[in-house]
């Protein structure tokens, strides 16, 4: 019981100032003050919150290969990792194509877009004329090409997270092949983890400069008012997608055993990452370490984790049909029942081939509008000035998503510890980025 205490004195005297969430939401205020007041300044502050967003970049190759590896090496049964891809795949398109049919049915009830009967041909369309070439050229099956990679190496330059994912899981697959012949080349690699960790560590602590200059851009640049313009459909999508949190996920995690807020409160640091970059990725290799340190063993986080961030899109599939129904409404398109499953099936393909590109959310629209001639493309501009402040909902939405999954796979494949789970839920596990072989020496 001695250490237990100690670890938590220990937390408590840590300054208020100190924790990482706070710094980040300090930081994330601030940007919107600055934006606000001073938006040329705010805008020029862009390269802070990009350059961020590069640095944890740098890093997400090597821990998606370096935890997938690893993982995969010390399966004792490769049928568990057959398993744990078809629960994933499972997983993910129950829950995305329910998000899908949350936000068309929220769409048909509140009607966002209704009354503002709006002329198609009046909207000037260039801006979104390059989205729509984007999802011309985004289909199913060079989707599923794209991610074998052309070279290893290409794999890690380009930092494409799918390509990384499947030469980690081959390599792993081959390295836990090879027995004790590969024995060394496994334990060099999980002794690199430490560095890599460490790596991340210390990126970290420039985390609150990223979310204060990327926030001063966002606000600088399309000002508050934006927001004001389409309020209510800013404010519906924020609305279904906290629904669908609190009560989907939310059911899905109490029949799990576990509380949904709890976990909320667990990722917070990364949940704020998110909202001031708007970006996931950039937060992408702390939620790995974090879902890892809360009793979910290396192999199902490694799996599931990098997978979901391309096929389990909930806020981006929510997004996805109450967008397309909105533009609907605005432009006095009526769309009857069979319209709007058409809608649903086309999005749910969509949604996969337009996976892992900047700005998959709008390119996806694009690309499911283009299959539905029933609802006009041109009417996309009416949205793409409030696009960016929804893409921080579709990230938010996202990443708690992927951590649902994760907790849940691993429980399915008793491959969660649950002492350690329980002590995470409960706030009891440091919030710092952990390094495993840099303890003892600590």
């Known amino acids: 019981m001695i250490a237990p205490i100690a670890a938590a004195e220990a937390r408590a005297k840590v300054p208020f100032y100190r924790h990482l969430y706070v710094q980040v939401l300090t930081a994330i205020a601030a940007g919107i003050l600055l934006g606000h007041y001073y938006p040329q300044l705010g805008t020029s502050l862009q390269p802070?919150?990009?350059?961020?967003?590069?640095?944890?970049?740098?890093?997400?190759?090597?821990?998606?290969?370096?935890?997938?590896?690893?993982?995969?090496?010390?399966?004792?049964?490769?049928?568990?990792?057959?398993?744990?891809?078809?629960?994933?795949?499972?997983?993910?398109?129950?829950?995305?194509?329910?998000?899908?049919?949350?936000?068309?049915?929220?769409?048909?009830?509140?009607q966002p877009g209704a009354g503002m009967h709006i002329n198609p041909a009046t909207l000037d369309t260039k801006a979104v004329n390059n989205y729509a070439?984007?999802?011309?050229d985004a289909s199913v099956v060079g989707f599923l090409m794209n991610i074998i990679p052309d070279t290893i190496v290409g794999a890690f330059a380009k930092g494409d997270i799918l390509q990384v994912l499947f030469f980690s899981v081959v390599f792993g697959i081959a390295l836990g092949a090879a027995g004790e012949r590969g024995r060394p080349v496994t334990d060099f690699l999980q002794a690199l983890t430490t560095p890599i960790f460490r790596m991340v560590a210390l990126l970290m602590k420039f985390a609150p400069i990223g979310a204060f200059g990327a926030m001063a851009f966002t606000i600088g640049k399309y000002g508050i008012g934006t927001i004001a313009n389409l309020a209510f459909l800013i404010g519906t999508f924020y609305a279904t997608s906290l629904l669908f949190v609190l009560v989907v996920l939310g059911a899905v995690a109490r029949y799990n055993g576990f509380s949904i807020l709890a976990l909320i409160r667990y990722i917070k640091e990364e949940l704020l990452l998110v909202l001031g970059t708007s970006s996931s990725e950039a937060a992408l290799p702390g939620l790995m370490n974090k879902m890892e340190r809360?009793?979910?063993?290396?192999?199902?986080?490694?799996?599931?984790?990098?997978?979901?961030?391309?096929?389990?899109?909930?806020?981006?599939?929510?997004?996805?049909?109450?967008?397309?129904?909105?533009?609907?409404?605005?432009?006095?398109?009526?769309?009857?029942?069979?319209?709007?499953?058409?809608?649903?099936?086309v999005a749910m393909l969509s949604s996969k081939g337009a996976a892992g590109i900047t700005g998959a959310g709008f390119i996806t629209l694009a690309a499911t509008l283009a299959v539905v001639p029933s609802v006009p493309i041109a009417g996309m501009a009416l949205i793409l000035g409030i696009d960016r402040f929804m893409s921080e909902c579709r990230a938010l939405t996202n990443f708690v998503?992927?951590?649902?999954?994760?907790?849940?796979?691993?429980?399915?494949?008793?491959?969660?510890?649950?002492?350690k789970f329980a002590a995470a839920m409960a706030g009891q596990l440091s919030e710092e980025i952990e390094v495993p072989a840099l303890q003892a020496a600590e």
């Open 133 to 136: 070439a984007q999802a011309h």
């Open 401 to 419: 998503g992927n951590a649902v999954a994760t907790v849940v796979v691993a429980r399915w494949e008793n491959e969660l510890d649950q002492t």
């Open 294 to 345: 809360a009793g979910c063993k290396r192999s199902v986080v490694g799996l599931v984790i990098p997978t979901g961030y391309s096929f389990n899109l909930d806020g981006t599939n929510i997004y996805m049909t109450l967008a397309a129904l909105f533009i609907a409404q605005a432009t006095d398109t009526p769309l009857s029942l069979g319209d709007q499953v058409l809608l649903l099936l």
């Open 48 to 110: 802070l919150g990009d350059a961020f967003i590069k640095l944890v970049r740098m890093v997400i190759a090597p821990v998606i290969f370096l935890t997938v590896t690893t993982g995969i090496a010390g399966m004792s049964d490769l049928k568990k990792f057959g398993r744990v891809v078809g629960k994933s795949f499972i997983y993910f398109l129950t829950f995305s194509t329910l998000a899908l049919i949350v936000g068309l049915i929220v769409a048909n009830v509140v």
